[in-house]
């Protein structure tokens, strides 16, 4: 099974951007799909936004038009690009294969996840 390591969280004020990555330990260009979920306090583990591996993407409707997700099968790595962060994006993010891009499927196990947190 792959190993998932979120990185790229921190602090930053509303309407400022980060990027987060997901470094799998091996080969992501087999699996069909990947997401990026979120865990805000005192609520449930949402998904935010899928890959699946010919590109497709899907968001949640909270982060569309301010979302990008993205994969490099080259890199093994996927990446959530935010911008016009919002206080209530703050969460602990984590990235896990997904059993669809639609709705809460994820297939492994969860990492230790990055904390975003923004600031109004």
Do not use: H
Not at 17 to 22: A, D, E, I, K, P
Request: proline share 3%.
């Amino acid at each position: 099974q792959v190993q998932l390591v979120e990185s790229g969280g921190g602090l930053v004020q509303a309407g400022g951007s980060l990027r987060l990555s997901c470094a799998a330990s091996g080969s992501i260009s087999s699996i069909p799909a990947m997401g990026w979920y979120r865990q805000a306090p005192g609520k449930q583990r949402e998904l935010v936004a899928g890959i699946t591996s010919s590109g497709r993407t899907n968001y949640a409707d909270s982060v569309k038009g301010r979302f990008t997700i993205s994969r490099d099968n080259a890199k093994n790595t996927v990446y959530l690009q935010m911008n016009s962060l919002q206080p209530a994006d703050t969460a602990v993010y984590y990235c896990n294969t997904a059993g669809d891009i639609f709705n809460f499927r994820p297939g492994g196990s969860w990492g230790q996840g990055t904390q975003v947190t923004v600031s109004s």
